[in-house]
């Protein structure tokens, strides 16, 4: 049976939140309606509301409901008002190409956003700005010091936006523990259904909307909001609370996984090991392999994970995480992610090591065979 190590792609929808879309399907009504009908698809819409905010500790109020958590991302930093965009080099995609002339706060080789580098560049420009620091890294699962960042930020009169979508149901999030004034989350990250994200504002920081509609959302996200699917994403987050009680077993688990790959391949690397990480999120990068072709070999031996910079349509591109921390090209051009869940177990652990190594393996000899003359060219030589 297929074994599934790709969770920080999309985690596999929960049953119960599968039940709540089904059940939400069935009531007919828009959220915006006045009559019984459209009280009722608010109730759902509401309940969904409670849950997403209890998970990252705000008030409902606070939850903005949008299309996906690149929604949200993009109607954080384009929302604001502010003209100056500070982006870490560090960030997901959705941000980067919302802020194609953002400049660039640089990382560390351990793949931590550079806090120095982040207060000269507030220090250096009194324009007002937003700054963009995600929670913890799609690629390398390296928690960022968002805290830290938010109290810089506040320092020179800057907002800070944190995409928080691969850290929910992975570590605690908390909004005022963070200091962030907008945090968004994507429902399918975390067992809900793809299609539906959430932005979380501070209370008093006014928003204004990307996709003007009806007014709905309070006037912050037009368009009629997705009833069922918001069903499913209330329920997804209401369980990815419950999640953080599996942690430790995935962290086990993880720590075992690259103790083996490394036994098993000694100049193979876990990019940003000695660095503070999700306790599901391995990045392993190995020379003399291409990436897209040990995500191939894998998957034919059964096992689902990523390339370290696997983007959109399925395509692999040189990953700007890695370049941004110095990993050199021939080991970033090797890189995989695995990323594992709760479903996942140790024997699921130990036959990826074993399906990794063993096409390791075969590349080198491949390639160890296409560099050495055969007899009848070296006869001719």
């Known amino acids: 049976m297929p074994v599934y190590l790709d969770y920080n792609a999309t985690a596999p929808v929960l049953p119960e939140a599968a039940a709540a879309v089904a059940a939400a399907l069935q009531v007919v009504g828009n959220p915006s309606s006045v009559h019984g009908f459209g009280r009722a698809a608010r109730r759902v819409v509401e309940a969904a509301r409670a849950d997403v905010a209890a998970l990252v500790g705000v008030a409902p109020e606070q939850v903005v409901f949008t299309g996906s958590g690149t929604e949200a991302a993009q109607l954080a930093l384009t929302g604001v008002g502010r003209t100056r965009r500070l982006v870490s080099a560090l960030e997901h995609a959705a941000v980067r190409s919302a802020t194609p002339n953002a400049e660039l706060i640089p990382a560390t080789p351990e793949g931590v956003v550079d806090l120095a580098a982040l207060e000269r560049l507030l220090a250096a420009d009194p324009t007002p700005t937003i700054v963009s620091l995600m929670l913890a890294n799609n690629e390398t699962g390296v928690i960022q010091p968002v805290a830290e960042a938010a109290a810089l930020a506040h320092r020179y009169g800057a907002v800070l936006h944190t995409d928080a979508v691969q850290a929910v149901g992975r570590i605690p999030v908390d909004l005022k523990t963070l200091g962030a004034d907008l945090l968004s989350l994507s429902a399918h990250k975390l067992g809900g259904p793809a299609g539906a994200g959430a932005l979380v504002v501070r209370g008093d920081l006014a928003l204004q909307p990307l996709i003007r509609g009806g007014g709905q959302e309070r006037g912050r ?22 999640a953080l009680d599996h942690a430790p077993q995935i962290a086990y688990l993880l720590k075992e996984m690259e ?6 391949c000694p100049d193979a690397a876990v990019i940003a090991r000695g660095s503070l990480r999700l306790p599901n999120t391995s990045l392993l990068a190995v020379r003399g392999c291409r990436a897209e072709t040990l995500v191939m070999a894998l998957d034919l031996a059964g096992y689902a994970v990523s390339a370290g910079a696997a983007c959109s349509s399925g395509s692999v591109r040189s990953s700007a995480v890695l370049a941004a921390m110095g990993v050199p090209q021939d080991l970033a051009d090797g890189a995989i992610r695995i990323s594992l869940g709760p479903a996942t177990t140790a024997a699921d652990v130990a036959g990826f090591v074993d399906a990794w190594a063993a096409q390791v393996a075969r590349t080198r000899r491949s ?10 060219a070296a006869s001719v030589a």
């Open 221 to 242: 996200r037009g368009g009629t909001e997705a009833t069922a699917l918001l069903a499913g994403f209330g329920v997804a987050a209401r369980s990815a609370r419950l």
């Open 259 to 264: 103790a083996a790959a490394l036994e098993r």
């Open 367 to 376: 390639r160890s065979l296409a560099s050495t003359p055969t007899s009848a």
